[in-house]
């Protein structure tokens, strides 16, 4: 089974709407981040999260962690298409300090 | 600018045949990694090195062999070559380990027939 679990897999909004994306792991996160990506090109770096409770927004994401550092929401208010692609969560120092994992990704279409 | 570059970006090679993919980054970072993405299956690291000299294993090493004798490059060698290690190969850095914001390269779709 995945470490990291993410939900939903995928997902299809009218544009204008808002949305959440979930990622969630049984053990502690200690970096805990978010990535984009359009199919098949590289990884864009949304945002990075370290601290139980922390929120972080940039333009029209935000990303938390709760607070017992085990879960991650991502969410979008206004969608529009530009926000279409996958949304990967990945957390670092999993198992040691060298380990990263990802989510299996959320595969979002925003139509117009 | 600060970036992580791969070369080749696109690469189709026969079974068998040894290849490597070059990573390089300019940013001073003790730490680097490699992953494969494939359908369904997500990112998976394959390895990672937290200094010159000092590698170890990720979830999916077989197949794979890497090295870092200097702190910029980290490449990914493949002795042999499958068809199943036909996938989006990614390298990341960052300035310790893995807990701190990972730098990726943009990414090596390999093909092997």
């Known amino acids: 089974s995945q470490e990291l679990e993410q939900s939903p897999q995928s997902l299809i909004v009218q544009e204008g709407k808002n949305l959440t994306i979930n990622c969630t792991s049984s053990?502690?996160?200690?970096?805990l981040y978010w990535y984009k990506q359009k199919y098949g090109e590289g990884l864009i770096f949304l945002m990075m999260?370290?601290?139980?409770?922390e929120e972080k927004s940039h333009e029209k994401i935000t990303a938390k962690l709760d607070e017992k550092k085990q879960q991650s929401s991502l969410h979008i208010t206004a969608s529009q298409p530009s926000h279409a692609g996958i949304y990967l969560c990945?957390?670092?120092?999993?198992?040691?300090?060298?380990?990263?994992?990802f989510g299996q990704g959320t595969t979002l279409q925003v139509k117009p | 600018e600060a970036q992580v570059t791969q070369n080749p970006r696109y690469l189709i090679t026969v079974t068998g045949k040894k290849l490597t993919v070059t990573c390089s980054q300019n940013?001073?970072?003790?730490?680097m990694s490699w992953y494969r993405q494939d359908p369904g299956l997500g990112l998976r690291q394959i390895y990672y090195?937290?200094?010159?000299?000092?590698?170890d294993k990720g979830d999916v090493p077989e197949g794979y062999k890497v090295s870092r004798k200097e702190k910029r490059n980290f490449p990914l060698i493949l002795e042999s070559p499958s068809p199943n290690q036909t996938s989006l190969y990614f390298c990341?850095?960052?300035?310790?380990?893995?807990?701190?914001?990972?730098?990726f390269g943009p990414g090596t779709r390999l093909t092997v027939t």
């Open positions: 990341a850095s960052s300035l310790s380990d893995s807990r701190t914001e990972q730098y």
């Open positions: 053990k502690t996160l200690y970096g």
């Open positions: 999260l370290q601290k139980g409770g």
């Open positions: 990945g957390a670092g120092g999993y198992s040691n300090t060298g380990k990263l994992i």
């Open positions: 940013m001073n970072h003790e730490y």
């Open positions: 090195s937290m200094n010159v000299e000092v590698t």
